[in-house]
């Protein structure tokens, strides 16, 4: 009996080192491919289907979390200057859409566990996740939760500011396009949403769920709400 438990035993010790082996050739190619161009079509799904939560991941103060919550105090947070240097002249226009994104997630009643968990899914069978929850309970009950990068987030953000350099304006169009909180966040500018009515005789209400309805001469890529909200912010100051 003895020998028969030895030979089990050095059959387990085997099976074990060669699933950490596999563990560790699995976790380097998931590495290798997120730091690679063969990403690039993900990450810029990512951007152009999950615009916001895309830059506020990119974006992100050093290891400062994304996003925080404790009991009803929700906060998240980003680097404006990162956001000025991702897309130049529409960089003020996008740092002001994003100051609404706190209300859109309340609006639509969402957790921020829902809205700052995202993957890039290269195949069915594999997601990578961004962003992870970390919980930390305090007295009475409280909590406080924090969305921080994971490791894998951590490795890929080079690859993410890559393809924003390749085409942020490309990217800022398509994401109008597909992304439905980008017209959303528009509409919550109160201020900007006005100035739309007076300059074009358009309320962007009628077209939150059909951008691409737009009269064209407001919905290309050379010209759309991005150019328009620009246009905008310069005659505030």
């Known amino acids: 009996m003895s020998s028969l438990t030895d030979v089990y035993r050095s059959k387990l010790s085997v099976l074990h080192e060669e699933k950490r082996s596999l563990d ?4 380097k190619a998931i590495m290798d491919y997120l730091v690679s161009d063969k990403a690039h079509k993900e990450i810029r799904r990512c951007y152009t289907e ?3 939560t895309t830059v506020l ?3 992100t103060k050093g290891a ?3 996003a925080f919550e404790e009991q009803y105090d929700y906060q998240y947070t980003w680097d404006p200057e990162k956001v000025n240097r991702y897309f130049g002249t529409y960089g003020p226009a996008v740092n002001r859409a994003l100051s609404y994104v706190g209300k859109s997630i309340n609006n639509a009643s969402m957790s ?4 700052f968990t995202f993957s ?3 195949f069915e069978s594999l997601r990578i996740l961004m962003t992870e929850e970390q919980t930390e309970w305090m007295e009475s009950f409280r909590y406080e939760n924090h969305y921080f990068r994971t490791r894998y987030g951590d490795a890929a953000v080079h690859n993410f500011e890559k393809v924003l350099e390749q085409d ?7 994401a109008l396009q597909n992304d439905t909180e980008v017209l959303t966040i528009m509409i919550l500018d109160d201020e900007f949403e006005s100035y739309v009515q007076d300059e074009f005789d358009i309320s962007l209400q009628d077209y939150e769920d059909r951008v691409n309805e737009l009269p064209e001469h407001l919905n290309t890529k050379e010209n759309n709400l991005w150019d328009i909200y620009v246009t905008f912010l ?4």
């Open 24 to 27: 560790e050739l699995y976790e």
């Open 50 to 52: 999950l615009f916001c």
């Open 57 to 59: 991941f990119t974006a």
């Open 64 to 66: 400062e979390p994304i």
């Open 112 to 115: 921020y566990d829902d809205y």
């Open 120 to 122: 890039l899914t290269p």
């Open 168 to 174: 942020a304006k490309g990217i800022l169009y398509d």
């Open 234 to 237: 310069s005659t505030r100051r």
